[in-house]
T-cell receptor, first 112, second 110 residues
Framework: NAGVTQTPKFQVLKTGQSMTLQCAQDMNHEYMSWYRQDPGMGLRLIHYSVGAGITDQGEVPNGYNVSRSTTEDFPLRLLSAAPSQTSVYFC???????????FGPGTRLTVL | DQQVKQNSPSLSVQEGRISILNCDYTNSMFDYFLWYKKYPAEGPTFLISISSIKDKNEDGRFTVFLNKSAKHLSLHIVPSQPGDSAVYFCAASQGGKLIFGQGTELSVKP
């Protein structure tokens, strides 16, 4: 049981490049979410999904896209990276929206 | 406008004593509150939670208190251990969407 896995662990991008952050869970959780954490701030919700085929926006969705084609995977896409997207990104999952969330180890992204 | 605030960026406590971490919120519609612990270069791990219909929840050395009239919750750790040294985040849930505080870094000295 691997829990929540994220790849890559580190990534450096140039402004304007695109990339996908991968997130997978093997706990059969319906609810998955993406957060970003910036220095001196708590985690902020980017997008979330309550099940396959259903996604919605969180607090800070601009510049990010998501899709949920399977229960296990919830990738986060940056279409045109900007320096303001330099952050640590965490993926999380839970049995439902009302249960505690399990977090992945994070992806540290730097946009130059 | 920050809906969940942890006003103490850091806290230092002696091993064996009580650690009290505080959190204030502004939205009375939050229905569920959680505390997470985070070590450097790792994801947050769930510690303890409390529903808005309760005022206390206990799990071993960890107790969370909720004061709805003051819109305040606190996490008590008794006794504190050096392994408790980490950043602690409180989070509030509305319809399953979590809003996090900025975190408090706890240092437990031997």
């Amino acid at each position: 049981n691997a829990g929540v896995t994220q790849t890559p662990k580190f990534q450096v991008l140039k402004t304007g490049q695109s990339m996908t952050l991968q997130c997978a869970q093997d706990m059969n959780h319906e609810y998955m979410s993406w957060y970003r954490q910036d220095p001196g701030m708590g985690l902020r919700l980017i997008h979330y999904s309550v099940g396959a085929g259903i996604t919605d926006q969180g607090e800070v969705p601009n510049g990010y896209n998501v899709s949920r084609s399977t229960t296990e995977d919830f990738p986060l896409r940056l279409l045109s990276a900007a320096p303001s997207q330099t952050s640590v990104y965490f993926c999380a999952s839970s049995y439902s929206a009302y249960n505690e969330q399990f977090f992945g180890p994070g992806t540290r992204l730097t946009v130059l | 406008d920050q809906q969940v605030k942890q006003n103490s960026p850091s806290l230092s406590v002696q091993e064996g004593r009580i650690s009290i971490l505080n959190c204030d919120y502004t939205n009375s519609m939050f229905d569920y509150f959680l505390w997470y612990k985070k070590y450097p270069a790792e994801g947050p791990t769930f510690l303890i939670s409390i529903s808005s219909i309760k005022d206390k929840n206990e799990d071993g050395r960890f107790t969370v208190f909720l004061n709805k009239s003051a819109k305040h919750l606190s996490l008590h750790i008794v006794p504190s251990q050096p392994g408790d040294s980490a950043v602690y985040f409180c989070a509030a849930s509305q319809g399953g969407k979590l809003i996090f505080g900025q975190g408090t870094e706890l240092s437990v000295k031997p």
